[in-house]
C-alpha cells in the first residue's frame, strides 16, 4: 500500500484544482477531498472528486446507494499517490450532481446510470479508464464494462456481476430472501415514498447498521455522507430505482435500446476482480453464481475482519490494491 500523507494528497489536490479547466464549485467543499468540481455531462451537471496527476492513467470509482463519494475517501490517495487520476463523481440523485432541465425523467434505471459514466467519460476527455464499485455502483461499472468495453481498461467490483432483468426479477424468492428486500417493497408503496422523503437520515443510517453490522461507524462519518441525500432529486431517483426494477415505474424510453441490452445479461469480458466482505449484511448473491459471468481474467477476494457492504470504506487497502492489481495485465 502507498502511504501518501494527508498533506500532501491535500496539497496535490488543490493544484489540481487550481490548474484545471473544468469548472470549480465555489460553495462545494469537502475536508476530504479538497474543492468539488462540477461538469456538464449529458442530462446532468455532474458533482465529483480529483486525485491523482491530471496526465495519470484514470481510475473512475462509483458509490452505492445509500453512500456517496466518501466511500472512497481513504482509496483515492493510495491510488493518486500510485500515479492514477482518480475521479469519484456523485450519482444521479446525490451531493452536487444535478439535472440540466426540469424537464427531464428522473429515471433510476440502470441504463441511465451506465450512461451518465460514459458521457462524464466524454466530457473529461477520459477515453478509457479502471472502474471499481460497490452497490449501485459495482452495477453501473459493470454495465459500462458490458455494453462499452472499449472504455475500460478493468473492473473491480463488490458483490461480484449484479447486473439484472426485471424478469429475473419478477420471481419470488425464499421467504428470508424476500425479508432482506424488505425496503424495496416498502419503497413500492406511497406510503413508502413518503416516509422515505420524511425520514430519509435515519432511514439511510439503519441501511448503514444493517448492510454493516460489524462496522462501527461514528456519527460525523455518517453525518458526512448525509449531507449528500438533501440532493434536490435523491428521493425520485432513489424511489425509481426500486420500482422500476419490480416493473411498477417505466423508464425513460431513450434508454430502451440499452435495457434491451442490459435484460439478455451480457458477459463482461475485461479483466475482473470481485471482493465480498465476510459480513455483508446486504442482499448479494454468492461468488460462484457469477462467476461464469466473467469471461475476461478474473478473481474473486474475500475480504475477512467483519467487512460489510461498504467495503472501499471499511476495507480501503484492500480495494485500493485490487484496483492496483486489476489494472496489472
Known amino acids: 500500500m502507498i502511504d501518501l500523507s494527508r498533506r500532501h494528497f491535500m496539497a496535490g489536490v488543490a493544484a489540481l484544482t487550481a490548474a484545471s479547466t473544468v469548472k470549480v464549485a465555489a460553495a462545494a467543499t469537502v475536508p476530504s477531498f479538497g474543492p468539488l468540481k ?15 496527476p491530471a496526465n495519470g492513467p484514470a481510475v473512475i470509482l462509483l458509490h452505492g446507494w445509500p453512500y456517496d463519494i466518501h466511500a472512497f475517501a481513504e482509496v483515492a490517495p493510495q491510488l493518486a499517490g500510485a500515479g492514477y487520476r482518480v475521479i469519484v463523481p456523485y450519482l ?14 428522473r429515471t433510476g434505471q440502470p441504463a441511465a ?63 428470508a430472501a424476500e425479508l432482506q428486500w424488505w425496503y424495496q417493497f416498502y419503497f413500492a408503496t406511497e406510503r413508502g415514498r413518503a416516509g422515505y422523503e420524511a425520514n430519509r437520515k435515519d432511514f439511510n443510517k439503519l441501511i448503514w447498521k444493517l448492510a454493516s453490522p460489524k462496522w462501527n461507524f461514528d ?8 449531507q449528500s441525500f438533501d440532493n434536490p432529486d435523491h428521493v425520485a431517483i432513489v ?18 435500446a440499452l435495457e434491451e441490452k442490459i435484460e439478455a445479461l451480457p458477459l463482461i469480458a475485461v479483466p475482473t476482480i470481485t471482493l465480498e466482505g465476510d459480513a455483508n449484511g446486504a442482499p448479494h448473491p454468492e461468488p460462484a453464481a457469477y462467476k461464469g459471468k466473467f469471461s475476461g481474467r478474473y478473481e474473486h477476494r474475500l475480504i475477512e475482519g467483519g467487512i460489510g457492504h461498504n467495503l472501499p470504506q471499511e476495507a480501503p487497502a484492500a480495494f485500493a490494491k485490487a484496483i492496483l492489481d486489476v489494472d496489472k495485465v
Not at 40 to 46: M, R, Y
Open 219 to 226: 456519527d460525523a462519518t455518517y453525518d458526512r455522507t448525509a
Open 38 to 52: 462540477q461538469v456538464t455531462a449529458g442530462d446532468l451537471s455532474v458533482g465529483y472528486a480529483e486525485a491523482g
Open 113 to 175: 446510470l451506465g450512461s451518465d459514466m460514459i458521457a462524464l467519460m466524454d466530457a473529461l476527455k477520459i477515453q478509457k479508464a479502471v472502474f471499481g464499485g460497490f452497490d449501485w455502483g459495482a452495477r453501473t461499472a459493470g454495465i459500462v464494462a458490458a455494453l462499452w468495453p472499449e472504455r475500460v481498461k478493468a473492473l473491480v467490483s463488490v458483490s461480484g456481476y449484479l447486473i439484472g432483468n426485471r424478469a429475473a426479477g419478477a420471481k419470488p424468492l425464499p421467504p
Open 239 to 256: 424511489i425509481h430505482n426500486y420500482r422500476w426494477r419490480l416493473g411498477l415505474a417505466e423508464g425513460d424510453p431513450r434508454f430502451a
Open 92 to 105: 444521479r440523485g446525490s451531493g452536487t450532481t444535478r439535472f440540466l432541465s426540469a424537464e427531464t425523467i
